[in-house]
């Protein structure tokens, strides 16, 4: 009875969520970098990029942030992005990532608010996998969104 009745939940709870994946391509800038004395290199970065959802939407976004790494191992990141979508809503991420490689990882986007749909998911955690090659970014991001908001982010042309 016990196993039947976390059997349910589990099903319930699967079918009030949804998966919206984005994926994007981007280039980044190194503005300025800091050698300290630990061997550690601070820098300050610049990002513009653009993707395509699952709902068919594009996206087009510029971000900045910074980033700390020693002997070829990231120990911090942290970026804060503007996006637009070709439906013209706006949302505002920040993309953290700890210790991993430098050019490859996975790591969490907050999404911080934004117009229209994206003003009720505010808080929402995502995952977001990336992959560097030369000055080239490739990220799939992850979220699981309410159903009904996803829906409606599906049918906001």
Known sequence: MKSLIITIFLLCSNLFSAIWIEEGIGTITEYN????????????????????????KYSSGSCIGHRLEKNNSLIELKVYCDMELSNGIKYYVMQSRNNSDT???????????????????????????IKHMKKNVFTTTKCEIPDNIFNELKNDN
């Open 33 to 56: 970098r800091v050698s300290l004395p630990d061997g550690s290199i601070c820098s300050i970065l610049k990002g513009v990029g653009a993707g395509k959802d699952n709902t068919g």
């Open 103 to 129: 050019d490859v990882g996975v790591g969490k986007i907050t999404i911080l608010g934004g117009t229209g749909i994206f003003s009720k998911l505010v808080g929402i955690e995502c995952l977001y996998g």
